[in-house]
């Protein structure tokens, strides 16, 4: 472990003492936890004696960066109980407002390069919100676009810094007491990366824009826009967007807005950003969902956003739908995937656990899944029984949980279950199509080329290795006819499989062409008819391996 700086034992010290308070007693002294406490520390009375809001409220004299942090860290630890994440959820970062002319007007113009008043019309002084990372205040262009501008608290990246240095030997405490069963360190690193993002204004700036663009096909549900050239890293400027929160919307109201519809954009448009884009909003709470007066649904603060590969995505929707479909064994395999399991890992526990899981939310949902639970409970089980996961996952189990809250308001009745297994199939046929992209085309054709170059060459190292028995194969009375039938029935197998995947491809690479000729459902017809042909192949080899069989049993 790293040296610890003075300045950060107070705060070692202080989470220690929160752990013992709020944890497994009997599990952290049979850990040796007690020795890096006093005994002054260790007598806080009874832990069923201390509520979830307590521990919120300890958390909260640590001041409201902490907040934030624990906020982030409430997402990714799968171990910690709901009624905690809860709690904390519950808790607001805000803070007393800084001085406008003194602390607000520096950065802007540090930032931008100009006068505030000549980079704006009009600016309130009084923030419309202020918390530990920074504050918005609105204010009118020269061209009379109303914007938000945030700006970011003087300090902010060093006072994080500072706490996450601390927060470094904790979890590497905590990691070794627990034999790096819950990756601490791992999940500390990702929430440093998350709020360090977070503070780089140009970051939001960028989500605003992918979002947005991901977002065109929902008329419904709108991202602010950055302004072009005025945003900084402490520094970003959007348009604005009033509006009230969805959970404070009247039943009435409610009605008015066609609720229903308005819960099957929204939950659309997050499946489509997950499972398709793989850039996702991932703190969809109620103060950052807004409906504004054209009956839109506004979501705000981009400066946290997920990002999944194209490879988890695809594994991510297969697990969907198997939870959606009650397939709880299929869902294990592909947690399995998606994470890596540790070598005392029990195969058939964990695949037990999941499929328990799977099927008790079957059996309970009336009104369908509650997705993002699911995810969690999923991470925790991951978490117990030695798998794991990266901590995306958390992030979005917690994101869908927040959006399950949000589209039950809306419409009380809405199930999320039908809505996965609706678009799955649009959202797989993409991810087929980007498979069949033309770059990968190309490198699957050069494959084929190499296999088909280097088949020969193989096939004579072969025979020659067999000839000279350089790996000791001993051969007695080999006809040679015989060999020579045998190499050539491998011979012409290999030429038709490469024939059938050649078709495959062919196939594949059709259906991304513009003018294929006619079609039939939005699919080429020259696609079809290689599909089949490519089917009918790959039947004629395995009747021939099921004949081949066949004759050896006789």
């Not at 914007?147 to 500072?162: C, F, L, M, T, W």
């Not at 945003?231 to 109201?253: A, C, F, I, N, W």
């Not at 703190?283 to 007066?293: E, I, K, M, R, S």
Request: with cysteine; proline share 4%.
């Amino acid at each position: 472990m790293k040296t610890m700086h003075p300045k950060d034992l107070l705060v070692y010290h202080n989470i220690l003492k929160l752990v013992w308070k709020y944890g497994n007693r009997e599990l952290l002294k049979s850990m040796g936890f007690e020795k890096h406490l006093d005994k002054d520390d260790q007598d806080t009375g009874d832990v069923q004696d201390h509520t979830a809001e307590d521990f919120a409220a300890d958390l909260e004299k640590l001041g409201p960066t902490y907040i934030k942090i624990g906020q982030i860290l409430a997402t990714q630890l799968p171990i910690l109980p709901a009624e905690y994440k809860q709690a904390m959820e519950r808790l607001q970062d805000d803070v007393e407002p800084l001085d406008f002319n003194t602390e607000i007007v520096p950065v802007i113009e540090s930032e931008l390069g100009s006068p505030v008043m000549s980079l704006f019309e009009q600016i309130d002084t009084l923030p419309i919100g202020a918390g530990s990372l920074g504050q918005v205040h609105t204010a009118t262009l020269k061209d009379g676009r109303k914007v938000a501008v945030k700006v970011q608290r003087p300090g902010a990246r060093e006072n994080v810094n500072d706490n996450f240095r601390a927060l470094e030997h904790v979890a590497a405490t905590l990691d070794n007491l627990t034999d790096h069963r819950y990756g601490f360190v791992d999940v500390l690193d990702h929430s440093r990366q998350t709020l360090l993002e977070e503070l780089d204004f140009r970051h939001e700036a960028a989500n605003l824009n992918t979002i947005g663009r991901s977002l065109q096909k929902e008329p419904r549900i709108v991202v602010p826009s950055p302004i072009a050239g005025m945003s900084q890293r402490r520094v970003l400027v959007m348009t604005y967007h009033d509006g009230e929160k969805v959970t404070d919307l009247t039943p009435r109201r409610i009605e008015e807005l066609d609720g229903a519809a308005l819960s099957s954009s929204l939950f659309r448009a997050y499946l489509h950003q997950i499972l398709v884009k793989g850039t996702f909003h991932a703190d969809p709470h109620p103060g950052n969902v807004l409906l504004d007066d054209q009956g839109r649904i506004v979501l705000l603060d981009l400066g946290m956003v997920g990002h999944l590969s194209s490879n988890l995505r695809e594994m991510l929707t297969q697990l969907v739908l198997a939870i959606a479909d009650g397939r709880g064994d299929q869902a294990a395999d592909i947690v399995i995937r998606i994470g890596e399991a540790d070598r005392t890992y029990d195969h058939m526990h964990f695949t037990q656990r999941i499929n328990s899981l799977v099927m008790q939310c079957q059996q309970n949902a009336v009104d369908g899944i509650d997705l993002g639970r699911v995810l969690l409970d999923i991470a925790n089980i991951c978490a117990q029984d030695r798998v794991r996961i990266p901590p995306i996952f958390s992030t979005i189990g917690k994101t869908l949980l927040n959006l399950d809250e949000l589209v039950s308001t809306l419409a009380p009745t809405f199930n999320p279950s039908d809505s996965v297994r609706k678009y799955a199939s649009k959202i797989l046929t993409k991810h087929f199509r980007r498979s069949f992209s033309r770059m990968r085309m190309y490198d699957a054709a050069i494959e084929i080329s190499r296999l088909f170059e280097e088949a020969p060459r193989r096939m004579n190292k072969l025979l020659d290795t067999i000839v000279r028995q350089d790996r000791g194969l001993k051969i007695d009375a080999i006809d040679e006819e015989q060999l020579i039938q045998g190499f050539e029935k491998i011979a012409n197998r290999i030429t038709l499989g490469l024939i059938v995947a050649a078709l495959y491809l062919s196939a594949a690479m059709t259906l991304n062409v513009e003018h294929a000729g006619p079609r039939i459902f939005g699919v080429p017809l020259l696609s079809i008819l290689l599909f089949v042909a490519a089917f009918a192949g790959t039947w004629m080899i395995l009747m021939a391996m099921y004949f081949k069989r066949s004759s050896r049993k006789r």
